[in-house]
């Protein structure tokens, strides 16, 4: 333990921010340098708590306490050892990741939790600093050929461990470039590009395969894939975006969240925008807030990166809505440490400038003559109770309906399963009740030596949980491959031979 007073001499401190009015300017991240000092007082609030549930909220099992005592020690050799042992992209997971680890600090029961996630990517950035994360090739190949098609976190994750592991791996993208959600998702004041493009040089180097424009089930068939590899890790995502089926929808200015934020990260990278994400074409041409209402239906992190998107496009205004009441400001007991806490968060894109109403159904969308986008026709939400019930319902507020004006309407309501069009129908996958590959807890499809991870087997969920299925989903094509496996395990980190 580094400082076993350290939780009480020093506060909890987070690098400062940009100033919104200058960071609107550009799509550069936004915060601002942490000294050497700084990070090591925040490692040093770290108690060494005998039972450290940070372990437990984190989806990748991070052995935290250890990191923050190296980091304490500036041993930033042993922190990046013990960090790298759980978690393949802790750069992505510094910057992006909503810490569910520091919502189950000890420490977080009555004072501000530690910093976890800011002496994560301390550890992480300080290692490609120094040297210390450097191409570390397996030494031996075993013969082995692996497919992972989708080159988001979950792909990634899988293909660092299952070419670790030495067998050989070659990434298939349907995009123009590697990185999935994280490339054409994930804004770049969040997450500048050349962070990938890092790491993608240093999974090259070590010997992963990466096609790009290679639309598996498209371009390729999905079994002239799975003939040719010893095994196949299905990664592509959760990729169909709930829609609003109501009157109007076919207006021009209604527009998935995703056609958005990809088109501008491709417009930040000054790349060919004639086609989209997914390697088709953009249908509705270039999408722009400049001098528009918006209005963000979704009150989640794609709609917030929508928020900050538009601002940075110069929108006349921005608008989010929430079907669902607002959350309360502080804890709960509906949800007790160490639970994560259903609580309001204001996000740095929420602090740029956007009005946020909850409670807000949308009932029409309101066009001209020509076409065009004018307005949403909404009404406010409310708990009554109907005359022939005793319990109170979830409903339209009588009274309530108005029409607010908008031309740019961004639907961000989350995903529904991945694409089942093309190779997943192609393979003959058996999907979930709600629409996602179904998958024994070996990972395994009912397609023989098909497995998949990430969103196409769980659904929608963080960056952290797809890098842990990742993990996990290689370990066990690894066991598939060689009756063994040597791969970390998610329970603890360490290293755990087991035998079949």
Request: overall charge negative.
């Amino acid at each position: 333990m580094g400082k076993p007073t350290g939780f009480m001499e020093f506060g909890r401190e987070l690098p400062g921010k940009r100033d919104p009015k200058e960071r609107l300017k550009d799509y550069k991240e936004l915060y601002l340098d942490f000294s050497a000092t700084q990070i090591k007082n925040q490692a040093a609030r770290c108690m060494n708590c005998g039972v450290p549930f940070c372990h437990s909220g984190c989806p990748l099992g991070n052995i935290i306490p250890e990191f923050n005592d190296a980091v304490y020690r500036n041993d930033w050799e042993e922190a990046a050892e013990i960090l790298f042992s759980t978690n393949n992209f802790p750069e992505f997971t510094g910057r992006i990741c909503p810490a569910p680890c520091e919502a189950s600090c000890v420490l977080g029961i009555n004072k501000p939790p530690v910093t976890i996630e800011n002496i994560e990517k301390s550890i992480v950035e300080t290692a490609f600093e120094k040297g210390i994360l450097k191409a570390n090739p397996p030494k031996t190949r075993t013969g082995k050929t692996v497919a992972v098609v989708g080159s988001g976190p979950a792909g990634l994750a899988a293909a660092a461990q299952l070419n670790s592991a030495g067998h050989t791996v070659t990434v298939f993208e349907r995009a123009d470039q590697i990185g999935g959600l994280l490339r054409y998702g994930i804004p770049d004041f969040k997450l500048e590009k050349w962070v990938i493009d890092r790491r993608i040089k240093l999974m090259e180097e070590e010997g992963v395969i990466f096609k790009t424009n290679v639309n598996v089930g498209v371009t390729i068939k999905a079994k002239e894939i799975v003939n040719s590899f010893d095994a196949v890790v299905l990664t592509g995502g959760s990729t169909v975006g709930r829609d609003l089926n109501i009157p109007g929808r076919q207006f021009k200015g209604v527009h998935f969240a995703m056609e958005f934020l990809s088109q501008q990260n491709k417009r930040v990278a000054n790349i060919d925008r004639s086609v989209d994400h997914t390697g088709e074409g953009y249908k509705n041409g270039e999408l722009l807030a400049t001098g528009k209402n918006v209005v963000v239906i979704g009150g989640g992190d794609t709609g917030s990166d929508c928020v900050g998107t538009s601002n940075r496009h110069g929108a006349k205004s921005v608008l989010q809505f929430e079907l669902m009441p607002k959350p309360p400001e502080s804890k709960n007991d509906q949800t007790p440490w160490p639970n994560w806490p259903m609580i309001l968060r204001t996000s740095t894109s929420h602090e740029e400038g956007c009005d946020r109403l909850w409670s807000i159904t949308t009932k029409e969308f309101v066009g001209d003559e020509n076409g065009n986008l004018t307005g949403l026709k909404i009404a406010e939400m409310g708990w009554l109770t109907p005359a022939d019930s005793k319990l109170p319902k979830y409903q339209e507020l009588p009274g309530t309906e108005r029409i607010i004006p908008c031309e740019l309407t961004l639907l961000a309501m989350g995903f529904l399963h991945p694409q089942h069009a093309g190779m997943l129908n192609e393979l003959g996958v058996e999907y979930d009740e709600r629409g996602n590959i179904k998958a024994n807890a070996q990972y395994q499809t009912t397609v023989d030596k098909v497995f998949t991870a990430g969103d196409m087997r769980r659904g929608q969920s963080l960056v952290v949980w797809a890098i842990s299925e990742g993990r996990e989903a290689a370990r066990n094509v690894d066991m598939f491959l060689m009756g063994e496996t040597s791969l970390e395990a998610k329970d603890h980190g360490m290293l755990d031979t087991v035998y079949v």
